[in-house]
């Protein structure tokens, strides 16, 4: 019988970011070799900055978004390598977990 | 300059550019590219701060930052703002002011002994600023002659890279982007050949393919480390500030739709970096052009000159520790603070005071104009008319979307841009239109044709020999005889199409805002447009309605003038507004929006209508569209106010003609004559940004200057209409001001420098003559008028009439907007109601009181004018 564990693994890497900074994650992920990405806008919640409220009427670039990615894990280290460049100037945070995935062929 | 040498790829000490290393240069790439203003292509242009990506840093700071980096002047000469304190406009009180909060130091210090006279040491700063020696500006570093001759290679390349219309063969490989277009072409450049040398070609050949591998083989063939690559980026970039601001447009701005090439800065970057690499003498790539220290021979001359004013030679110590310690920076920032203390205190005197009373009975109409600071004299002038009550509102009205007009595949972005229009809204046809669209075709057809012969290289020549018998005459009509501009605003009138679109008439039409169909960005859902219709009613404050409820956009129809949409609405992406006005009424005015809008605590008068409008802003005009759909009842009503409005155009006109050279009586032709450089000023003059209620400001001619926003903060208990304000349509006036600010101090490199010169370059821009790089910002004669300013360079004063707590915890938990205040990009006054004294928001936090800083000042120092154009010119 199989398991999940039989699904092969890949990186998973969320990115929290500013408004303003989510172009330069895009292209990060592109680069990298990402076939594809979500992006969720109007993040709310609460950091070490602070609250940060959600979506304003008309301003989509003052609130935190969040970009999903999920690559081969050997596309990984550059993309990360990118990010925590990024992140030595600005503000923002990303996580990487290791997933696994039911259709590998969308991801590479 | 660094030492001269002639580098070959194989020398270089590349080692493997793995992924990782591949990352961190995006990544400083991008981070390089923030020093280059997004550069919006002028068939939709928008108002950005030219100094918009170090706004992180507060503004003092930025500006020492953007004269080293971009090697400009950042504020007015020494010499422009003595001539303001020669013309009262700075006064010694506003002079002493600036100082005490700027440089708190200088006030706490004690009296100087000279000449046996106690002299404060604030006096003395004061009498450096207004008498002292003028800084010697540092000259930018010189790069060599061999760096210029390829800049201009570069703007070459770039036009022919992303022109779409004008070429008549296109770059191979321009779908692999730039730096792969420009690799496949550039061994045959007999002028980079000439630079480079004989073996041009085969060094060409050697380059990597890859724009990023490029770069890592130059950066370390070069010897930079990774503390300085972004610095040596930002040198190369900064070569063409013009194509660097369209390339960061392409990359963080641009729709993802959008046809057409992109210039990825990446690439940019790798070709100047490609071409510096193959050059005999290299740039300097250490960091700013400019080394921005004061000069201390400077600071000696200025002590000299104090000593020697007040006496007391034996106290030159004391003198030169205390002029030290203002810097050139300071001295410029000082004089700006002064400046701006000045017309803070000259606005806010005006706004202290009895408030105009609110009329009981229900106003024949309600006018919503856009908060554009020209529609400030409109408003007024109607406001004399009858029984109207105006409001300002940001003029997309508040339904960000994408408009198509009839017969176009082109959705166009009718919003401001901080916004990403999640819907589109098509125009169709009520009636039959297949005559009419037939006739657009053919038209269209031939003006493509004229056009693309015209832009040819040899077809220009068979054009002259087929047409110029019409086109020549029709030409020298133009230029000696400009047609005049049709007063006529009947509904038959303005319904018609362009000169091009003549044969078939027009069918009426309308906005399709209800969602339809299975595409589902098409459109509007319910609870979407009673949303829309809620946030458009509540942030303006609109309690009581009028049978007639005007929603007036804005634009203008200006000929030969590449510049035109930095004449129409910034809040609807550079557009005219009507579009935005005839989407929102139909919202508006739906019976089940309304109904919904009930449910929500907003009743709408059956009998009240909204009609759309929008005023031309050269000429003054006010056009209704949609007459057919306004009920017969509200007919009479409409025709009324529409006389009204013709008047107070006509008024508006004159009173705009007094600033503006020519003949007052073709003020409102201006935009039809196609030599005409200044078809209207624009915003030029804007200088604050007013939050509340008309009653503020409605018994003031505020001379234009500012934008006007409508709100009372007793129906936002919850702050949610003043944080959108605050966060959008202050935010895009900001950059706006920033805009007229720094093309004013600066017209060569902030601006477009002179529009006589301009030629369209890549269907994206300007060029100043024949070549070089693209010209941002705003034409010189936008913002001057020969040596005349037309606009004061200050920054924006924003201010709100709302409980300051309020105020207060929007700056708070909105960081954009509090590195705008905080880093004084914008200042704050405010007050809670029309009883309460004015308080200013420090930087550091929290409020304090304003007193005007001379109690004498006099109603003639009350005077909004502008500093130079305060009289009537006769030119």
Request: proline share 6%.
């Amino acid at each position: 019988m199989s398991t999940w564990t039989d699904l092969p693994a890949m990186a998973k890497i969320e990115v929290v970011v500013d408004g303003d900074d989510v172009p330069a994650v895009r292209d990060l992920f592109i680069d990298a070799g990402a076939t594809g990405y979500t992006a969720v806008s109007g993040l709310s919640g609460f950091g070490h900055g602070g609250h940060h409220h959600g979506r304003l009427l008309f301003n989509d670039r003052e609130s935190s978004s969040m970009l999903i990615t999920v690559v081969p894990m050997d596309r990984a280290d550059g993309l990360i390598a990118g990010i925590r460049r990024l992140f030595e100037n600005r503000s923002g945070v990303f996580f990487v977990s290791e997933v696994h995935v039911s259709r590998p062929d969308y991801f590479t | 300059m660094s030492s001269a040498s002639t580098t070959s790829t194989s020398s270089a000490t590349a080692g493997a550019f793995t992924p990782s290393d591949r990352g961190r240069l995006l990544a400083d790439i991008s981070a390089a590219g923030t020093i280059a203003a997004p550069y919006w292509p002028l068939t939709a242009f928008v108002a950005v701060n030219p100094l918009g990506g170090l706004t992180d840093l507060p503004f003092a700071e930025a500006t020492t930052a953007a004269r080293g980096w971009f090697g400009a002047r950042t504020h007015l000469p020494l010499g422009a703002y003595r001539a303001e304190y020669a013309r009262g406009t700075v006064t010694d009180a506003d002079l002493d002011r600036a100082i005490v909060r700027h440089l708190p130091t200088i006030g706490d210090q004690r009296p100087i002994d000279m000449g046996g006279v106690r002299i404060d040491p604030v006096e003395l700063v004061r009498w450096d600023l207004v008498h002292g020696p003028d800084a010697v500006s540092p000259a930018p570093r010189q790069q060599s002659s061999t760096a210029n001759a390829l800049d201009d290679l570069m703007t070459g390349w770039c036009a022919a890279f992303v022109d779409e219309a004008h070429t008549p063969w296109q770059l191979p490989d321009r779908d692999r982007g730039f730096y792969r277009a420009w690799l496949a072409v550039a061994g045959a450049d007999r002028r980079l050949a000439a630079i480079v040398g004989r073996d041009a070609r085969s060094r060409i050949a050697e380059l990597p393919t890859d724009a990023a591998e490029l770069l890592d083989l130059v950066v370390r063939t070069r010897g930079i480390s990774d503390d300085g690559r972004v610095a040596a980026l930002r040198t190369w970039i900064l070569r063409t500030p013009g194509w660097a601001g369209f390339a960061r447009w392409c990359d963080d701005w641009a729709p993802a739709d959008r046809a057409g090439v992109r210039l990825r800065m990446l690439d940019l970057v790798a070709v100047r970096a490609a071409m510096d690499h193959l050059a005999p003498d290299h740039l300097d790539l250490t960091g700013p052009v400019l080394d921005a220290e004061p000069s201390r021979v400077t600071v000696d001359q200025r002590v000299d000159a104090a000593v020697a004013a007040f006496g007391g030679g034996e106290r030159r110590g004391p003198v030169l520790e205390l002029l030290e310690a203002v810097t050139d920076d300071d001295r410029v920032g000082l004089w700006l603070a002064a400046h701006e203390w000045n017309f803070r205190d000259r606005l806010l005197a005006r706004l202290t005071g009895p408030v105009a009373a609110i009329p009981a009975e229900r106003p024949a109409a309600q006018l919503v104009f856009c908060i554009d600071v020209r529609s400030e004299g409109f408003r007024r002038q109607l406001e004399t008319l009858g029984s109207y009550d105006t409001y300002g509102f940001a003029g997309f009205f508040g339904v960000p979307v994408r408009w198509r007009p009839l017969g176009s595949e082109v959705a166009q972005a009718r919003c401001p841009v901080l916004v990403s229009p999640q819907h589109e809204i098509a125009e169709v046809a009520l009636d039959d239109d297949t005559a009419f669209m037939s006739a657009c075709s053919t038209t269209a057809g031939l003006h493509d044709a004229f056009y693309a012969a015209k832009g040819g290289i040899a077809s220009p020549f068979a054009l002259a020999e087929s047409a110029g018998w019409f086109a020549g005459p029709l030409a020298a009509a133009r230029t000696l005889a400009p047609p005049r501009t049709s007063l006529d605003t009947s509904a038959d009138r303005v319904n018609k199409r362009p000169w091009w679109k003549p044969f078939g008439a027009a069918p009426r039409t309308a906005p399709v805002v209800d969602a339809a169909g299975t595409d589902l960005r098409a459109g509007l859902s319910l609870d979407e447009r009673t949303l829309f219709a809620e946030a458009i009613v509540t942030t303006i404050g609109m309690a009581e309605f009028a049978p007639v409820v005007v929603l007036c956009g804005h634009g203008s129809d200006t000929a030969n003038n590449p510049h035109a949409s930095s004449l129409d609405c910034g809040a609807c992406g550079g557009a005219p507004g009507g579009a935005s006005a005839r989407i929102a009424t139909a919202i508006l005015n739906d019976p089940e929006v309304r109904a919904g809008l009930v449910e929500r605590g907003i009743s709408i008068p059956a009998d009240t209508w909204f009609v759309a409008a929008e005023h031309d802003t050269t000429a003054d005009l006010v056009k209704v569209f949609d007459h057919d759909t306004i009920p017969a009842a509200t007919r009479p009503l409409v025709e009324a106010l529409q006389r009204d409005l013709d008047v107070a155009g006509e008024r508006n006109a004159l009173d705009r003609a007094q600033r503006l050279p020519g003949r007052d009586a073709r003020v409102r032709d201006r935009g039809r004559d196609w030599a005409q450089v200044r078809p209207e000023w624009g915003l030029a003059g804007n200088s604050a940004f007013i939050i509340g209620p008309r009653s503020m400001t409605s018994e003031h001619d505020l001379r234009g200057r500012s934008f006007l926003h409508s709100y009372v903060a007793e129906r936002d208990p919850d702050g949610v209409a003043l944080e959108t304000i605050m966060t959008a349509p202050l935010v895009v006036a900001q950059w706006i001001s920033s805009q007229y600010y720094f093309s004013t101090v600066e017209p060569d490199i902030f601006g477009a420098g002179d529009k006589m010169l301009h030629n369209p370059v890549g269907g994206v821009g300007v060029v100043v003559g024949q070549g070089g790089d693209l010209a941002v910002g705003l034409p010189m004669q936008s913002v001057m008028l020969g040596e005349q300013r037309a606009h004061d360079p200050l920054r924006l004063l924003a201010v709100v009439q709302a409980p300051l707590d309020r105020i207060e915890g929007i700056i708070l938990r909105n960081g954009g907007l509090r590195q705008l205040v905080e880093g004084e990009w914008i200042h704050v006054v405010a007050r809670a109601t029309d009883n309460d004294p004015w308080s200013f928001r420090t930087p550091s936090g929290g409020w304090e009181p304003w007193h005007l800083a001379d109690d004498s000042m006099t109603e003639h120092r009350t005077s909004l004018a502008h500093t130079d154009l305060s009289t009537p010119l006769s030119i």
